[in-house]
């Protein structure tokens, strides 16, 4: 059974910065591919980031681009987003997730394993 484990998030003002990490049980990086989402209240769950087993391909929402990074370190069996510029509209709840290679990263149904998520709140 995979088991994915979310921390780093937190309160922060407005342009500060978090990094958040997703550890796994097990090396599954080198057989999924992974990808972050949020879900802030009254919201459908979305797509924030996600990145390819090899760690050579990495996708982002438009939202997130140039603010978000996405990475993972496979001998420590943990995948991170670093968050910078971060922006009251960011505030929610975030999740890693674990999907089968090859397809849409950004659908939430395409994800087979979620870990139980960490808050992330920027205040104004």
């Known amino acids: 059974q995979v088991q994915l484990v979310e921390s780093g998030g937190g309160s922060v003002q407005a342009g500060g910065s978090l990094r958040l990490s997703c550890a796994a049980s097990g090396n599954i990086y080198s057989r999924n591919c992974m990808g972050w989402f949020r879900q802030a209240p009254g919201k459908e769950r979305e797509a924030v980031a996600g990145?390819?087993?090899?760690?050579?391909?990495?996708y982002y929402a438009g939202s997130v681009k140039g603010r978000f990074t996405i990475s993972q370190d496979n001998a420590k069996n943990t995948v991170y987003l670093q968050m910078n510029s971060l922006k009251p509209e960011d505030t929610a709840m975030y999740f890693c997730a674990a999907r089968t290679c090859g397809v849409n990263w950004a659908q939430p149904t395409h994800y087979n394993y979620w870990g139980q998520g960490t808050q992330v709140t920027v205040s104004s």
């Open positions: 990145i390819s087993s090899g760690g050579s391909n990495k």
